[in-house]
T-cell receptor
Framework: KAGVTQTPRYLIKTRGQQVTLSCSPI?????VSWYQQTPGQGLQFLFE???????NKGNFPGRFSGRQFSNSRSEMNVSTLELGDSALYLC?????????????FGSGTRLTVV | KNQVEQSPQSLIILEGKNCTLQ??????????LRWYKQDTGRGPVSLTI?????NTKSNGRYTATLDADTKQSSLHITASQLSDSASYIC??????????????FGQGTELSVKP
């Protein structure tokens, strides 16, 4: 079966712009979580969505937002991009809450802010 | 505070050799501990998942051990291959949602296997 699909794979944006990243979970999975990964920082939790509701949120500024649609697909948006937002953005899906088994990551979107 | 610490930060070994990566955690109580392999620029892929009551779990040349008393886990890689070059991440799942409701990730160990 298809895995977690993230689009686009690569993205280059200019400071001050905004960006939207997409994540399509494994069929049947209802939970989607987002992470930011930068060198030396490891995976930093952004937020988790379950059945279109945000269930948990990490310590990121309000420029980072997300949503989940009725088909479980999720998008995250970053407004007013800063150079420090350059990172690999990963999403993960699972059938139930994010802590369940079957937690599967996508291949990520590499965002570069110039 | 729930933390997961991994050592070493990086490791270089020759192809064919064995190696062991360490993970110390303070998360308590916890339900399971996971090891992921992450190739450069890709998403992490699950290698093993152990519940708090398990001591060892194998996946091919990868063997994870868990000592819940000392709060330590290790990942042993046997007969390393060039394709084992990657970051290995230890992740702990707290038992209760009031422990933060999130998986706790280590910083990872960067393994480089040289020919």
């Amino acid at each position: 079966k298809a895995g977690v699909t993230q689009t686009p794979r690569y993205l280059i944006k200019t400071r001050g712009q905004q960006v939207t990243l997409s994540c399509s979970p494994i069929s049947g999975h209802r939970s989607v979580s987002w992470y930011q990964q930068t060198p030396g920082q490891g995976l930093q939790f952004l937020f988790e969505y379950f059945s279109e509701t945000q269930r948990n949120k990490g310590n990121f500024p309000g420029r980072f937002s997300g949503r989940q649609f009725s088909n479980s697909r999720s998008e995250m948006n970053v407004s007013t991009l800063e150079l420090g937002d350059s990172a690999l953005y990963l999403c993960a899906s699972s059938w139930g809450r994010q802590l369940d088994y079957g937690y599967t990551f996508g291949s990520g979107t590499r965002l570069t802010v110039v | 505070k729930n933390q997961v610490e991994q050592s070493p930060q990086s490791l270089i070994i020759l192809e064919g050799k064995n190696c062991t990566l360490q993970c110390n955690y303070t998360v308590s109580p916890f339900s399971n501990l996971r090891w992921y392999k992450q190739d450069t620029g890709r998403g992490p892929v699950s290698l093993t998942i152990m519940t708090f009551s398990e001591n060892t779990k194998s996946n091919g040349r990868y063997t994870a051990t868990l000592d819940a008393d000392t709060k330590q886990s290790s990942l042993h890689i046997t007969a390393s291959q060039l394709s084992d070059s990657a970051s290995y991440i230890c992740v702990v799942r707290p038992t209760f949602d009031n422990q933060g409701g999130k998986l706790i990730f280590g910083q990872g160990t960067e393994l480089s296997v040289k020919p």
